[in-house]
């Protein structure tokens, strides 16, 4: 059964266009799933995979032979599992100059071989990431009714239907968005599917392909990003932590961002007297995996560590924007900035519309128009120190911030 993707009503706006359409992401987040909805709606098409070892032999050392029998014969080609190819990038830039097909692909960005890909095809293709479920795609698999209503609400929600919600983001923010999980009819069922995927990561993506030699180094290195969300990377002490220099770590961790693993947001500042470090702070692109690797599934208001869930949960619903973080020598902090503009702060237990210092802090120097204030209980807005701030609860991130600048 297909569930409706996000993404699909963007790439839309391209099939008719002469670029290749490239959707790049992790393993099991429904890649081929969404290049065969693509494949079933358009004409003459032919739907291939690298897994094919015939066919991607054939690919890569008799291309004109590949030419005629998969590609001169019809109008639409999907290509899955695109990284195995060698020189895949300069074989299909050939396919693209000298052939008038529409083209598909998909790959995992984990692969070197689908970065060095899209090197030649620079003003040939349009290139689209695909992760696990967003929360609103999450809630259109498990109740579309209640799904409609989520899309539709605002700061005018009620709290009864806010409760109800908050309940679907409680086994969201546990268990992930794989689509694999949330079609899981147990917990138990879905800590063994993710406890698959993690060695899928690990073992295969990571180790394999980027060619991470120690297992266990890499393993203590997710462990311990796994503990320090949201926290500001500290490369001298994690690199001591587990026992690499500074530039291996960093290239682990370029290594699991190409993966959709794990993702560094950097400060924002335009005082570098006064705003602190340039180094970044980490997130998860999936809060399951995160909690299979820390293994640690209880409910949300059981956890010492719910502030950094939530603030892991905002960041993922924001993930297509630009976020960075604020954080001056003086101790003044905002959770997040949204496109160099819109301050969004994440709480918990707010008993009231207020803002802290750190907040006002920002407001009195970089006066924006609109901020944020995400929680669970508090909604409405008011203005301070001229800045209108919305106070939202948590799962309308999405919708909710806006520039009004």
Sequence with gaps: MYYKRDLESKIERYLESSEIIAIFGPRQVGKTTLLKEFYN???NPVFLTFEDIELKVLFEEDIKSFIALYIDPYEHIFIDEFQYAKMGGKHLKYIYDTTDKKIFISGSSAMELSINAVKYLVGRVFVFNLYSFSFGEFLRVKDENLYKLYSKADENISAPLSKKIYGYLDEYITYGGYPRVILSQSNEEKKEVLKNLLSIYLLRDIKEIAKIADETKMYRL???????????????????LIG???V?????????????????????????QLEIVKNPEIFFFDMGLRNVIIKNFSPLEDRVDQGAMLENFVFRELVERDVKYYRTKNGAEVDFIVDDAIPVEIKSNLTSIKISKSYHYFLANYKPKQGYVLNFNQIGSQEFNKTNITFLPHFLALGGVTDEN
Excluded: H, M
């Excluded at 462990?223 to 926290?231: D, E, R, W």
């Design 222 to 240: 997710v462990k311990a990003l796994s503990l320090q969300i949201g926290n500001v990377v500290v490369y001298s002490e994690l690199s001591k």
């Design 41 to 43: 709606r358009v004409e």
């Design 244 to 246: 690499i220099n500074t």
């Design 248 to 272: 291996q770590l960093k290239e682990y961790l370029d290594v699991f961002e190409k993966a959709f693993l794990t993702k560094t947001i950097s400060p924002f500042f335009t005082n570098k």
